[in-house]
């Protein structure tokens, strides 16, 4: 599978809103559901806390959602915490999984 | 409490194997695929292999093939790597994780890994 670019960093203030984008390089990418975003605090293992583009697993916040449109997907974290700074890695999944780059979100 | 614990980590000369065990607890591991996902020094994440619930299938990420063989034993809730031919570029925090398909109708559908490790670091240097 081709890989996929993230950005390598964003920043929010408290409160705000903050989007990070995930591109495919080719039509699989578009064509398939299976993307999975993971947050991940220094020294920790990746959390997952979204699939299938926009599902949540149990307990985690409704502040974090997901969206598809073309070949880009998205995690938006709306109400910024001081918590959600990390590292978040975008995933697709078609006969095994491959990583994005990761961005690190700083709360400004 | 649902748990995977890896182990055999350590520091191992250019060329040299080592065996990395996961022992998995709090769910039914048989009936899951499993995987290890890889994390360099100050780098991204980077998935390495997966094997089917019964061990029939498996993958490797081509960096690793030839030199990586992944197995498990169910009846020990245990999930292996062994690696081989180790090259400075393969050290790295190595972790499994749970893969979760949900069924759905008469189809399953892949919702992501849903349970880790903590990480077993692996350091190839002379």
């Known amino acids: 599978q081709s890989a996929l670019t993230q950005p390598a960093s964003v920043s929010g203030s408290p409160g705000q809103s903050i989007t990070i984008s995930c591109t495919g390089a080719n039509s699989d990418f578009g064509a398939y559901n299976y993307v999975s975003w993971y947050q991940q605090h220094p020294g920790e293992a990746p959390k997952l806390i979204i699939y299938e583009v926009s599902n949540r697993p149990s307990g985690v916040p409704d502040r974090f959602s997901g969206s598809k449109s073309g070949n880009t997907a998205s995690l938006t974290i709306s109400g910024l915490q001081a918590e959600d700074e990390a590292d978040y890695y975008c995933s697709s999944y078609i006969t095994s999984a491959v990583f994005g780059g990761g961005t690190k979100l700083t709360v400004l | 409490e649902v748990q995977l614990v890896e182990s055999g980590g350590g520091l191992v000369q250019p060329g040299g194997s080592l065996r990395l065990s996961c022992a998995a607890s709090?769910?039914?591991?048989?009936?899951?695929?499993m995987n290890w996902v890889r994390q360099a020094p100050g780098k991204g994440l980077e998935w390495v292999a997966n094997i089917k619930q019964d061990g029939s299938e498996k993958s490797f990420v081509d960096s690793v093939k030839g030199r990586f063989t992944i197995s498990r034993d169910n009846a020990k809730n245990s999930l292996y790597l062994q690696m081989s031919s180790l090259r400075a570029e393969d050290t790295a925090v190595y972790y499994c994780a749970r893969d979760r398909w949900e069924l759905r109708a008469t189809h399953y559908y892949y919702c992501g890994m849903d349970v880790w490790g903590q990480g077993t670091t692996v350091t190839v240097s002379s």
């Open positions: 709090g769910f039914t591991f048989r009936n899951y695929y």
